[in-house]
């Protein structure tokens, strides 16, 4: 299973930012899709996750702001960011936890993370 992340880039406070990530590969199942952050200097965080059954959980700091959805016959989770602050600069990771049609067991994957900049 492979991750591709794709939309982050260099936007002025209070502008917008859609982030994408598709799944390919040999897949089974995928249950949670998410996305994680980390800015210089810092852990990873959560930013965003979402159920199969669409049960969604936000970092606190981004709620109101950001959202998360997700296409299930695209394998694709997208993250909407609005109202972004220079303090929302990090590397974007997307994260799934999929059953890989060769194993039939759930692991975790990543993306290989999209930057996001804020700043005037």
């Known amino acids: 299973v492979q991750l591709q992340a794709s939309g982050g880039g260099l936007v002025q406070p209070g502008g917008s930012l859609r982030l994408s990530c598709i799944a390919s590969g040999n897949i089974f199942s995928i249950n949670n899709m998410g996305w994680y952050r980390q800015a210089p200097g810092k852990q990873r965080e959560l930013v965003a996750d979402m159920t199969t059954g669409g049960t969604t959980d936000y970092a606190d700091s981004v709620k109101g702001r950001f959202t998360i959805s997700r296409d299930n016959a695209k394998n694709t989770v997208y993250l909407q960011m609005n109202g972004l602050k220079p303090e929302d600069t990090a590397v974007y990771y997307c994260?799934?936890?999929?059953?890989?049609?060769?194993?039939?067991?759930?692991?975790?994957?990543w993306g290989r993370g999209t930057l996001v900049t804020v700043s005037s």
């Open positions: 994260h799934y936890m999929a059953v890989p049609i060769e194993t039939l067991r759930t692991s975790v994957y």
